[in-house]
């Protein structure tokens, strides 16, 4: 069975470097606005926080942007885990 985990994009931190860009057309997508990414699918550019629950098939790359992410302005949440 699939595990579920939760991406949040703090996007009032990112800096827009653009160093998750090669990775992140999995979970954002570049707002032509203001050429700084938003998640895929959500509903306005203006949240200052974004949320969004995955499966774990792309889990290996959103780990991956995190870790490039220079501000941490990407987390992962783990939905299963029982604490
Ligand atoms: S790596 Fe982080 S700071 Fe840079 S564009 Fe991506 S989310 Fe924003």
Known sequence: MSKKYRLTFL??????CCACC????LFFKINEE???PILKDFG???NEKMTKDYFDENIKSALEIVEMCPVGCIKIENLDKKD
Do not use: N, P
Request: glycine fraction near 6%; include cysteine.
């Open 11 to 16: 996007r009032d931190e990112c800096i827009g």
């Open 22 to 25: 090669s990775l992140s057309d």
């Open 34 to 36: 203001d050429d700084f």
């Open 44 to 46: 306005s550019y203006k």
